[in-house]
T-cell receptor, first 113, second 112 residues
Framework: DAMVIQNPRYQVTQFGKPVTLSCSQT?????MYWYQQKSSQAPKLLFHYYDKDFNNEADTPDNFQSRRPNTSFCFLDIRSPGLGDAAMYLC????????????FGSGTRLTVV | AQSVTQLGSHVSVSEGALVLLRCNYSSSVPPYLFWYVQYPNQGLQLLLK??????LVKGINGFEAEFKKSETSFHLTKPSAHMSDAAEYFCAVNTGFQKLVFGTGTRLLVSP
């Protein structure tokens, strides 16, 4: 089945130690998104790629970066995780800029110790 | 700016009772509206979406929602709750700039 896959499901990292979360898709969708969802809160968009064009949300901290080496993969890099970055990170894709076919992965829960 | 408001952070129902989760939207243009369900430590699963076709939208697991422009509402309903429906439910609007904006979520509790 075509899908959005996030690895790992659970990630524990040390305070200040860089960490990378990965997302892959078999849907061949043009747009890939990263959302942050803190405990008991709504998901919040960090940034997205439309093909190779990177679009950062205005309030996304500089500590968060992203890479999309090809259509299938997208990475979220947290350069120096703080305790406040502990959250569920959700990857999503859509077929086109209007958001058709919006599909979420199962998420990676990040713990910072 | 487009936004959604979900009334009630928690809703409790008995098994077999009607489920009603409320969502109101704010949009200057015809919105694309969505309901998602999230189980603990899981991603978001699409229940249904409104894209300006029929105002009554049927989704998975017996859920449906009605778009009411006059009330700027998109409430989610299910005639008979099941224990497996216990989860967090999010209403969302597509802003048209490739971004989903979510409501704060409603946790549905189902008691036997």
């Amino acid at each position: 089945d075509a899908m959005v896959i996030q690895n790992p499901r659970y990630q524990v990292t040390q305070f200040g130690k860089p960490v990378t979360l990965s997302c892959s898709q078999t849907l061949n969708h043009n747009v890939m998104y990263w959302y942050q969802q803190k405990s008991s809160q709504a998901p919040k968009l960090l940034f997205h790629y439309y093909d190779k064009d990177f679009n950062n949300e205005a309030d996304t901290p500089d500590n968060f970066q992203s890479r999309r080496p090809n259509t299938s993969f997208c990475f979220l890099d947290i350069r120096s995780p703080g305790l406040g970055d502990a959250a569920m990170y959700l990857c999503a894709t859509s077929r086109d800029p209007t958001g058709n076919g919006y599909t979420f992965g199962s998420g990676t829960r990040l713990t910072v110790v | 700016a487009q936004s959604v408001t979900q009334l009630g952070s928690h809703v409790s129902v008995s098994e077999g009772a009607l489920v009603l989760l409320r969502c109101n939207y704010s949009s200057s243009v015809p919105p694309y509206l969505f309901w998602y369900v999230q189980y603990p430590n899981q991603g978001l699963q699409l229940l249904l979406k409104y894209t300006s076709a029929a105002t009554l939208v049927k989704g998975i697991n017996g859920f449906e929602a009605e778009f009411k422009k006059s009330e700027t509402s998109f409430h989610l309903t299910k005639p008979s709750a099941h224990m497996s429906d216990a989860a967090e439910y999010f209403c969302a609007v597509n802003t048209g700039f490739q971004k989903l904006v979510f409501g704060t979520g409603t946790r549905l509790l189902v008691s036997p």
